[in-house]
C-alpha cells in the first residue's frame, strides 16, 4: 500500500500505547528523520496504520499518548469530508 503523504491526528479520551508487537519502520530503512511503530488498523473501513514515532510514544514530542496519528492511501479529511471535531470511529487489528 502507498500512504498519502500526510496523516489525520485524532485526539483520543484516553492515552493509546503502541503495542510491542507491532512493526517496526527504522528511519534508515525509509530515508527519515524518525523511526516509527506502525499499528495496523481501519478508518471507515479502510485499511489504515497507526504511526507513532518513538519520541512521542516516551511522550517527549509534539503529541501526548492521547492524540494518534493515522495514515492511509487516500487523503481522510478531504475524502470524508471530516472537519475537527468529528466523531469517527478506528478498528486497531
Known sequence: MRLFPGTLNIHLKEEYQVPGSCTRLEASEYGGRVSVSLVPCRI???R???LRTDA????RRHYPRSVIEVASDVNLRDLYNLEDGSQIEIEVE
Open 44 to 46: 471507515f473501513g479502510r
Open 48 to 50: 489504515a496504520f497507526i
Open 56 to 59: 512521542n510514544e516516551e511522550g
